[in-house]
Protein backbone atom coordinates (compact mmCIF):
# COMPACT_ATOMS: atom_id res chain seq x y z
CA UNK A 1 0.00 0.00 0.00
CA UNK A 2 1.32 3.32 -0.77
CA UNK A 3 -0.15 6.47 0.80
CA UNK A 4 0.52 8.70 -3.16
CA UNK A 5 -2.20 7.75 -5.85
CA UNK A 6 0.77 8.80 -8.27
CA UNK A 7 2.75 5.31 -7.42
CA UNK A 8 -0.09 3.61 -6.12
CA UNK A 9 -0.18 -0.57 -7.50
CA UNK A 10 -3.44 0.55 -9.81
CA UNK A 11 -4.21 4.01 -9.25
CA UNK A 12 -1.02 4.69 -11.06
CA UNK A 13 -2.31 3.37 -14.35
CA UNK A 14 -4.63 5.94 -14.56
CA UNK A 15 -2.17 9.05 -12.49
CA UNK A 16 1.09 7.52 -12.50
CA UNK A 17 4.41 8.38 -14.94
CA UNK A 18 7.44 6.32 -14.38
CA UNK A 19 9.67 9.27 -16.14
CA UNK A 20 8.90 12.00 -13.47
CA UNK A 21 8.56 9.23 -10.82
CA UNK A 22 12.40 8.25 -11.37
CA UNK A 23 13.19 12.11 -11.10
CA UNK A 24 12.03 12.38 -7.72
CA UNK A 25 13.20 8.74 -6.48
CA UNK A 26 15.75 8.50 -3.65
CA UNK A 27 18.12 7.13 -6.17
CA UNK A 28 17.79 10.17 -8.49
CA UNK A 29 17.89 12.65 -5.56
CA UNK A 30 21.83 10.63 -4.08
CA UNK A 31 22.68 11.09 -7.87
CA UNK A 32 22.25 14.38 -7.57
CA UNK A 33 23.51 15.18 -4.32
CA UNK A 34 26.65 13.44 -4.93
CA UNK A 35 27.28 15.85 -8.34
CA UNK A 36 26.99 18.56 -5.72
CA UNK A 37 29.39 17.42 -3.89
CA UNK A 38 31.55 16.48 -6.53
CA UNK A 39 31.12 19.70 -8.77
CA UNK A 40 31.84 21.86 -5.66
CA UNK A 41 35.53 19.94 -4.62
CA UNK A 42 36.34 20.86 -8.57
CA UNK A 43 35.07 24.53 -8.37
CA UNK A 44 36.83 24.93 -4.83
CA UNK A 45 40.44 23.42 -6.81
CA UNK A 46 40.04 25.80 -9.64
CA UNK A 47 40.03 28.41 -7.16
CA UNK A 48 42.74 27.18 -4.74
CA UNK A 49 40.20 26.56 -1.73
CA UNK A 50 41.33 22.93 -1.85
CA UNK A 51 44.37 20.77 -3.40
CA UNK A 52 43.34 19.46 -6.92
CA UNK A 53 44.56 15.97 -5.75
CA UNK A 54 41.81 16.35 -3.26
CA UNK A 55 38.87 17.33 -5.57
CA UNK A 56 40.22 14.51 -7.94
CA UNK A 57 39.74 12.06 -5.15
CA UNK A 58 36.37 13.07 -4.06
CA UNK A 59 35.20 13.16 -7.73
CA UNK A 60 36.40 9.65 -7.77
CA UNK A 61 34.47 8.62 -4.84
CA UNK A 62 30.78 10.47 -5.83
CA UNK A 63 31.14 8.03 -9.02
CA UNK A 64 31.80 4.74 -7.41
CA UNK A 65 29.56 5.82 -3.84
CA UNK A 66 27.16 3.81 -2.85
CA UNK A 67 25.17 4.68 0.20
CA UNK A 68 24.11 2.79 3.22
CA UNK A 69 20.42 3.86 2.73
CA UNK A 70 19.17 2.00 5.61
CA UNK A 71 21.66 4.44 7.82
CA UNK A 72 20.46 7.78 6.13
CA UNK A 73 16.98 7.16 7.13
CA UNK A 74 17.65 6.01 10.77
CA UNK A 75 20.20 9.66 10.28
CA UNK A 76 16.89 11.54 9.09
CA UNK A 77 14.66 10.91 11.57
CA UNK A 78 17.23 12.97 14.63
CA UNK A 79 18.60 14.94 12.00
CA UNK A 80 16.08 15.75 9.62
CA UNK A 81 17.98 16.55 6.97
CA UNK A 82 20.19 13.34 5.25
CA UNK A 83 23.26 15.55 4.22
CA UNK A 84 24.61 15.27 7.52
CA UNK A 85 25.27 11.03 7.40
CA UNK A 86 25.78 11.41 3.48
CA UNK A 87 28.84 13.19 4.04
CA UNK A 88 29.83 11.20 6.72
CA UNK A 89 29.90 8.17 4.40
CA UNK A 90 31.16 9.63 1.69
CA UNK A 91 33.99 10.53 3.82
CA UNK A 92 34.60 7.38 4.81
CA UNK A 93 34.73 6.65 1.33
CA UNK A 94 36.84 9.16 -0.01
CA UNK A 95 39.63 8.33 3.29
CA UNK A 96 42.45 10.05 3.64
CA UNK A 97 43.52 14.04 3.98
CA UNK A 98 40.60 14.59 1.11
CA UNK A 99 38.05 13.44 3.40
CA UNK A 100 38.64 16.54 5.22
CA UNK A 101 37.92 18.59 1.98
CA UNK A 102 34.41 17.17 1.48
CA UNK A 103 31.56 19.27 1.47
CA UNK A 104 34.07 22.36 1.95
CA UNK A 105 32.41 25.22 2.79
CA UNK A 106 28.69 23.96 2.03
CA UNK A 107 25.82 23.21 4.11
CA UNK A 108 23.12 20.70 4.06
CA UNK A 109 21.09 23.22 2.52
CA UNK A 110 22.58 23.71 -0.20
CA UNK A 111 22.73 20.25 -1.35
CA UNK A 112 19.39 19.24 -1.20
CA UNK A 113 17.89 22.75 -3.05
CA UNK A 114 20.94 22.13 -6.06
CA UNK A 115 19.55 18.08 -5.97
CA UNK A 116 16.35 19.40 -6.42
CA UNK A 117 17.01 22.06 -9.00
CA UNK A 118 18.88 19.35 -11.01
CA UNK A 119 16.04 17.52 -10.65
CA UNK A 120 13.53 19.94 -11.25
CA UNK A 121 15.21 21.34 -14.40
CA UNK A 122 14.63 17.65 -15.72
CA UNK A 123 11.33 17.44 -15.38
CA UNK A 124 10.68 21.09 -16.85
CA UNK A 125 12.33 19.98 -19.99
CA UNK A 126 10.72 16.78 -20.61
CA UNK A 127 7.31 18.88 -19.58
CA UNK A 128 7.77 21.44 -22.58
CA UNK A 129 8.53 18.68 -24.57
CA UNK A 130 5.65 17.15 -23.70
CA UNK A 131 3.48 20.46 -23.96
CA UNK A 132 4.95 20.58 -27.77
CA UNK A 133 3.23 17.07 -28.59
CA UNK A 134 -0.10 18.36 -26.80
CA UNK A 135 -0.33 21.54 -29.17
CA UNK A 136 0.56 19.27 -32.38
CA UNK A 137 -1.75 17.07 -32.06
CA UNK A 138 -4.46 19.63 -31.38
CA UNK A 139 -2.74 21.98 -34.56
CA UNK A 140 -3.61 18.28 -36.72
CA UNK A 141 -7.20 18.56 -35.11
CA UNK A 142 -7.60 22.71 -36.62
CA UNK A 143 -6.29 21.62 -40.15
CA UNK A 144 -9.21 19.18 -40.40
CA UNK A 145 -11.57 20.25 -38.64
CA UNK A 146 -11.50 23.70 -38.27
CA UNK A 147 -13.68 25.68 -40.34
CA UNK A 148 -16.42 23.55 -39.02
CA UNK A 149 -19.25 25.28 -36.63
CA UNK A 150 -19.50 25.00 -33.20
CA UNK A 151 -22.11 26.67 -30.72
CA UNK A 152 -20.43 29.36 -29.09
CA UNK A 153 -21.40 29.23 -25.29
CA UNK A 154 -21.04 31.51 -22.44
CA UNK A 155 -21.98 30.95 -18.47
CA UNK A 156 -22.67 27.27 -20.53
CA UNK A 157 -25.85 28.53 -22.77
CA UNK A 158 -25.39 28.87 -26.06
CA UNK A 159 -24.51 32.02 -26.88
CA UNK A 160 -23.59 33.09 -31.15
CA UNK A 161 -22.13 30.19 -33.50
CA UNK A 162 -18.16 30.47 -33.62
CA UNK A 163 -16.24 28.08 -35.58
CA UNK A 164 -13.91 24.97 -34.46
CA UNK A 165 -10.38 26.67 -34.62
CA UNK A 166 -12.20 29.58 -32.42
CA UNK A 167 -12.22 27.36 -29.32
CA UNK A 168 -9.33 25.65 -30.27
CA UNK A 169 -7.48 28.98 -30.36
CA UNK A 170 -8.56 28.75 -26.31
CA UNK A 171 -6.70 25.50 -25.87
CA UNK A 172 -3.59 25.90 -27.71
CA UNK A 173 -2.31 29.61 -26.67
CA UNK A 174 -1.94 29.23 -23.24
CA UNK A 175 -0.11 25.87 -24.12
CA UNK A 176 2.06 27.68 -26.16
CA UNK A 177 2.73 30.38 -23.22
CA UNK A 178 3.46 27.94 -20.82
CA UNK A 179 6.32 26.17 -23.40
CA UNK A 180 7.97 29.19 -23.24
CA UNK A 181 7.74 30.02 -19.78
CA UNK A 182 9.38 26.57 -19.30
CA UNK A 183 12.07 26.48 -21.55
CA UNK A 184 12.90 30.46 -20.12
CA UNK A 185 13.37 28.90 -16.84
CA UNK A 186 16.87 27.51 -18.20
CA UNK A 187 18.20 30.66 -17.44
CA UNK A 188 16.23 32.31 -15.41
CA UNK A 189 14.58 30.08 -12.76
CA UNK A 190 17.26 26.93 -12.22
CA UNK A 191 19.96 27.91 -10.11
CA UNK A 192 22.64 26.37 -7.73
CA UNK A 193 22.49 26.63 -4.04
CA UNK A 194 25.88 27.37 -2.43
CA UNK A 195 25.97 29.65 0.73
CA UNK A 196 27.16 27.58 3.35
CA UNK A 197 26.37 27.47 6.72
CA UNK A 198 24.00 31.11 7.50
CA UNK A 199 24.12 32.13 3.71
CA UNK A 200 27.04 34.23 3.70
CA UNK A 201 29.99 31.65 2.62
CA UNK A 202 32.14 32.36 5.33
CA UNK A 203 34.98 29.88 5.56
CA UNK A 204 35.39 30.94 1.38
CA UNK A 205 36.33 34.48 1.91
CA UNK A 206 36.82 37.09 -1.26
CA UNK A 207 36.65 33.77 -3.65
CA UNK A 208 32.77 33.22 -2.96
CA UNK A 209 31.33 34.46 -5.48
CA UNK A 210 33.82 32.98 -7.90
CA UNK A 211 33.39 29.50 -6.94
CA UNK A 212 29.63 29.87 -6.54
CA UNK A 213 30.00 30.54 -10.26
CA UNK A 214 32.15 27.88 -11.51
CA UNK A 215 30.18 25.27 -9.59
CA UNK A 216 27.06 26.54 -11.06
CA UNK A 217 28.78 26.10 -14.85
CA UNK A 218 29.91 22.53 -13.59
CA UNK A 219 25.71 22.00 -13.05
CA UNK A 220 24.77 23.22 -15.79
CA UNK A 221 22.47 25.81 -13.26
CA UNK A 222 22.36 29.73 -13.20
CA UNK A 223 24.35 31.51 -10.79
CA UNK A 224 22.36 33.00 -8.19
CA UNK A 225 23.61 34.34 -4.63
CA UNK A 226 22.15 32.17 -2.47
CA UNK A 227 18.31 31.80 -1.43
CA UNK A 228 18.27 29.47 1.40
CA UNK A 229 15.17 31.60 2.40
CA UNK A 230 14.38 33.37 -0.43
CA UNK A 231 11.85 30.42 -2.05
CA UNK A 232 10.06 32.69 -5.03
CA UNK A 233 12.17 30.26 -7.52
CA UNK A 234 10.26 27.25 -6.06
CA UNK A 235 7.07 28.91 -5.95
CA UNK A 236 7.62 29.77 -9.18
CA UNK A 237 8.13 26.31 -10.50
CA UNK A 238 5.37 25.22 -8.40
CA UNK A 239 3.15 28.01 -10.21
CA UNK A 240 4.33 27.10 -13.32
CA UNK A 241 2.80 23.33 -13.00
CA UNK A 242 -0.25 24.71 -11.80
CA UNK A 243 -0.87 27.01 -14.88
CA UNK A 244 -0.29 23.80 -17.16
CA UNK A 245 -2.60 21.70 -15.50
CA UNK A 246 -4.93 24.06 -15.32
CA UNK A 247 -4.58 25.02 -18.76
CA UNK A 248 -5.31 21.60 -19.69
CA UNK A 249 -7.99 21.16 -17.40
CA UNK A 250 -9.59 23.89 -19.30
CA UNK A 251 -9.37 21.56 -22.49
CA UNK A 252 -10.61 18.58 -20.34
CA UNK A 253 -13.93 20.25 -19.37
CA UNK A 254 -14.73 21.51 -22.92
CA UNK A 255 -14.40 17.93 -24.35
CA UNK A 256 -16.64 16.84 -21.32
CA UNK A 257 -19.23 18.98 -22.05
CA UNK A 258 -19.07 19.11 -25.86
CA UNK A 259 -18.97 14.67 -25.49
CA UNK A 260 -22.35 15.67 -23.14
CA UNK A 261 -23.94 17.33 -25.75
CA UNK A 262 -23.27 14.63 -28.06
CA UNK A 263 -22.90 16.05 -31.48
CA UNK A 264 -20.28 18.31 -31.42
CA UNK A 265 -17.48 16.33 -30.72
CA UNK A 266 -16.92 12.41 -31.44
CA UNK A 267 -14.27 10.63 -29.56
CA UNK A 268 -12.50 7.21 -29.76
CA UNK A 269 -11.45 5.12 -26.62
CA UNK A 270 -13.49 5.99 -23.56
CA UNK A 271 -14.26 4.30 -20.16
CA UNK A 272 -16.77 1.44 -19.20
CA UNK A 273 -19.27 1.04 -16.99
CA UNK A 274 -19.82 -1.81 -14.81
CA UNK A 275 -23.42 -1.17 -14.42
CA UNK A 276 -23.93 0.35 -18.32
CA UNK A 277 -22.46 -1.85 -20.52
CA UNK A 278 -23.77 0.84 -23.65
CA UNK A 279 -21.38 3.62 -21.99
CA UNK A 280 -17.94 4.99 -22.93
CA UNK A 281 -16.66 7.87 -19.89
CA UNK A 282 -14.78 10.61 -21.25
CA UNK A 283 -12.27 9.45 -18.26
CA UNK A 284 -9.20 11.37 -19.85
CA UNK A 285 -11.02 14.37 -19.71
CA UNK A 286 -12.67 14.21 -16.61
CA UNK A 287 -9.44 13.36 -14.74
CA UNK A 288 -7.49 16.61 -16.44
CA UNK A 289 -10.39 18.57 -14.32
CA UNK A 290 -9.47 16.79 -11.28
CA UNK A 291 -5.79 17.01 -11.55
CA UNK A 292 -6.46 21.16 -12.05
CA UNK A 293 -8.01 21.47 -8.90
CA UNK A 294 -5.47 19.31 -7.27
CA UNK A 295 -2.90 21.56 -8.26
CA UNK A 296 -4.31 24.40 -7.37
CA UNK A 297 -4.86 23.59 -4.21
CA UNK A 298 -1.00 22.26 -3.47
CA UNK A 299 0.19 25.74 -5.12
CA UNK A 300 -1.20 27.79 -1.57
CA UNK A 301 0.66 25.17 0.73
CA UNK A 302 4.17 26.24 -1.65
CA UNK A 303 3.02 30.01 -1.31
CA UNK A 304 2.55 29.26 2.73
CA UNK A 305 6.46 27.78 1.98
CA UNK A 306 7.55 31.27 1.31
CA UNK A 307 7.33 31.91 4.51
CA UNK A 308 10.86 30.85 5.64
CA UNK A 309 11.86 32.79 8.76
CA UNK A 310 15.03 34.13 9.47
CA UNK A 311 18.09 32.92 7.75
CA UNK A 312 16.81 29.16 7.35
CA UNK A 313 13.31 27.22 7.85
CA UNK A 314 13.11 23.68 8.90
CA UNK A 315 8.97 23.78 8.61
CA UNK A 316 8.36 25.50 5.49
CA UNK A 317 11.42 23.41 3.96
CA UNK A 318 9.42 19.97 4.73
CA UNK A 319 6.88 21.29 3.14
CA UNK A 320 8.27 21.60 -0.15
CA UNK A 321 9.37 18.11 0.54
CA UNK A 322 5.92 17.01 0.71
CA UNK A 323 4.14 19.22 -1.72
CA UNK A 324 6.55 19.71 -4.82
CA UNK A 325 6.81 15.50 -6.08
CA UNK A 326 2.98 15.72 -5.89
CA UNK A 327 2.55 18.12 -8.08
CA UNK A 328 5.38 17.19 -10.84
CA UNK A 329 3.30 14.15 -10.78
CA UNK A 330 0.07 15.76 -10.99
CA UNK A 331 1.41 18.07 -14.43
CA UNK A 332 3.22 14.75 -15.40
CA UNK A 333 -0.47 12.74 -15.44
CA UNK A 334 -2.37 15.64 -17.36
CA UNK A 335 0.19 15.84 -20.00
CA UNK A 336 -0.03 12.03 -20.48
CA UNK A 337 -3.55 12.40 -20.71
CA UNK A 338 -4.18 15.38 -22.47
CA UNK A 339 -1.92 14.12 -25.09
CA UNK A 340 -4.03 10.31 -25.21
CA UNK A 341 -7.29 12.28 -24.81
CA UNK A 342 -6.35 14.63 -28.10
CA UNK A 343 -5.01 12.07 -30.07
CA UNK A 344 -8.91 10.37 -29.02
CA UNK A 345 -10.74 12.91 -31.24
CA UNK A 346 -12.10 11.70 -34.41
CA UNK A 347 -14.42 14.65 -35.18
CA UNK A 348 -15.16 18.12 -34.24
CA UNK A 349 -17.95 20.53 -35.29
CA UNK A 350 -20.80 20.00 -37.55
CA UNK A 351 -20.80 19.21 -41.09
Not at 9 to 29: C, Q
Amino acid sequence: MTYSAFDHPYLSGLLGDEAVAAEFSASADIHAMLAFEAALARAEAVHDIIPPSAADRITEACRAFSPDVIALKRAMGVDGVVVPELVRQLRAAVGGEAAEYVHYGATSQDVIDTSLMLRMKAVAELFAVRLGNVVSVLEECDSEWGDRALMGRTRMQAAIPITVSDRLRSWIEPLLDHMDRLEAMDRDLFAVQFGGAAGTLDKLDDRADEVRATLAEELGLADFPQWHSQRSEVADFASALSLVTGSLGKFGQDVALMAQQGDEIELAGGGGSSAMAHKQNPVAAEVLVSLARFNATQLSGMHHALVHEQERSGAAWTLEWLIMPQMAGATAAALRLAAELASNIRRLGRD
